[in-house]
């Protein structure tokens, strides 16, 4: 059955940021391309947990949503038609005696690849819950890991919970919205970027920390006040509240790409400067990828893609001359 499947140049597994970026890319390299995603849409976390979230660090893009960015990030990768699979996780990797790549989703489905690019980001991600009894009681109405919607929030008294870029970006966002922001922290100093940090403290968002969430209480689905305590010297207090948001980090699944005997570092795979993991022909890019002075930066892994591509080609065929591109001067798009 293996032998009648579509041989592709290079399969990239994962639909997020870098992924798209990377097809597009691969595309631009005349590579046959196929995209496997595990979610049943294309743009990874970013639409899913951020959709209404700015993106800054992007150069040239002073300022854009994380679903417009989707936006821009799908059209670009369609360019030159590559094949999109979406709700399929590959679970079972083999390399077969020609080099090439048998692929086998968790639904049964195989795909054939000369080369990989791993685009996974850091696999699954589920958010780390708030750890109270009836926390549960409140999700998805007064209690949230992420922000769909920010004019939900207008006029509201909002808590949130955590001291990472997430907590800190979503504290700022919501400070003209709504009607109070507070922000707590369990540890005395914060771990985002310096100058939103600074921006928030310089705003009217009542920033407490450290401290910590130890109850909470309300009415059917909706928290009316929490109990927080002072960790320095475990005095409590009751505050009023709307909605309160959880920002504690992800719990991270990597999935069973990990069993496929690739050196691993951190929970990431250790790749080296052509973005090659220990088995040749599987490359790996974005949040995945481990190497000496590694920044998890969007941008990072936008310059990451066409280096592992630019390499996959070179693994297909070691002979040619491979000359850089550029889409300035690539004729098909001038």
Same mark, same amino acid.
């Given at each position: 059955?293996?032998?009648?499947?579509?041989?592709?140049?290079? &399969?990239?597994?994962?639909?997020?940021?870098?992924?798209?970026?990377?097809?597009?890319?691969?595309?631009?390299?005349?590579?046959?391309?196929?995209?496997?995603?595990?979610?049943?849409?294309?743009?990874?976390?970013?639409?899913?947990?951020?959709?209404?979230?700015?993106?800054?660090?992007?150069?040239?893009?002073?300022?854009?949503?994380?679903?417009?960015?989707?936006?821009?990030?799908?059209?670009?990768?369609?360019?030159?038609?590559?094949?999109?699979?979406?709700?399929?996780?590959?679970?079972?990797?083999?390399?077969?005696?020609?080099? &090439?790549?048998?692929?086998?989703?968790?639904?049964?489905?195989?795909?054939?690849?000369?080369?990989?690019?791993?685009?996974?980001?850091?696999?699954?991600?589920?958010?780390?819950?708030?750890? #109270?009894?009836?926390?549960?009681?409140?999700?998805?109405?007064?209690?949230?890991?992420?922000?769909?919607?920010?004019?939900?929030?207008?006029?509201?008294?909002?808590?949130?919970? /955590?001291?990472?870029?997430?907590?800190?970006?979503?504290?700022?966002?919501?400070?003209?919205?709504?009607?109070?922001?507070?922000?707590?922290?369990?540890?005395?100093?914060? &771990?985002?970027?310096?100058?939103?940090?600074?921006?928030?403290?310089?705003?009217?968002?009542?920033?407490?920390?450290?401290?910590?969430?130890?109850?909470?209480? /309300?009415?059917?689905?909706?928290?009316?006040?929490?109990?927080?305590?002072?960790?320095?010297?475990?005095?409590?207090?009751? #505050?009023?509240?709307?909605?309160?948001?959880?920002?504690?980090?992800?719990?991270?699944?990597?999935? +069973?790409?990990?069993?496929?005997?690739?050196?691993?570092?951190?929970?990431?795979?250790?790749?080296?400067?052509?973005?090659?993991?220990?088995?040749?022909?599987?490359?790996?890019?974005?949040?995945?990828?481990?190497?000496?002075?590694?920044?998890?930066?969007?941008?990072?892994?936008?310059?990451?893609? +066409?280096?592992?591509?630019?390499?996959?080609?070179?693994?297909?065929? +070691?002979?040619?001359?491979?000359?850089?591109?550029?889409?300035?001067?690539?004729?098909?798009?001038?």
């Amino acid at each position: 059955m293996s032998k009648q499947l579509e041989l592709y140049d290079i &399969t990239i597994i994962g639909g997020g940021p870098i992924g798209l970026f990377t097809a597009f890319y691969s595309g631009m390299r005349e590579m046959k391309t196929k995209i496997i995603e595990y979610l049943p849409f294309l743009g990874g976390k970013v639409p899913y947990f951020y959709p209404e979230k700015i993106i800054r660090d992007v150069g040239g893009i002073p300022n854009i949503s994380g679903e417009k960015f989707t936006e821009n990030l799908i059209e670009q990768a369609k360019t030159f038609d590559p094949t999109i699979v979406l709700g399929q996780q590959i679970t079972r990797m083999e390399k077969r005696q020609d080099g &090439t790549f048998l692929l086998t989703s968790s639904n049964g489905e195989q795909h054939n690849t000369k080369t990989v690019v791993l685009a996974t980001g850091y696999g699954t991600l589920k958010s780390v819950k708030l750890d #109270l009894p009836n926390a549960e009681d409140f999700e998805g109405t007064s209690l949230h890991y992420t922000i769909r919607k920010l004019q939900s929030y207008a006029n509201k008294h909002v808590l949130i919970s /955590g001291g990472g870029n997430s907590a800190v970006d979503w504290a700022n966002e919501l400070e003209s919205i709504a009607d109070k922001v507070t922000l707590i922290y369990r540890k005395p100093t914060f &771990t985002g970027i310096e100058s939103n940090i600074t921006k928030m403290k310089n705003s009217s968002v009542n920033v407490l920390h450290p401290y910590e969430i130890v109850d909470l209480k /309300g009415t059917k689905e909706q928290i009316e006040r929490v109990t927080i305590r002072k960790l320095e010297n475990n005095s409590l207090e009751e #505050l009023p509240v709307d909605h309160l948001i959880v920002s504690h980090g992800f719990q991270i699944d990597l999935g +069973p790409i990990t069993d496929w005997g690739m050196q691993m570092s951190n929970g990431s795979i250790v790749v080296d400067q052509t973005m090659a993991t220990s088995i040749p022909g599987i490359f790996a890019v974005g949040d995945i990828a481990n190497y000496e002075g590694k920044l998890n930066l969007i941008a990072g892994g936008f310059n990451e893609g +066409p280096i592992a591509v630019n390499h996959a080609k070179l693994y297909i065929s +070691p002979n040619i001359d491979l000359q850089p591109i550029y889409s300035t001067n690539y004729e098909p798009l001038l």
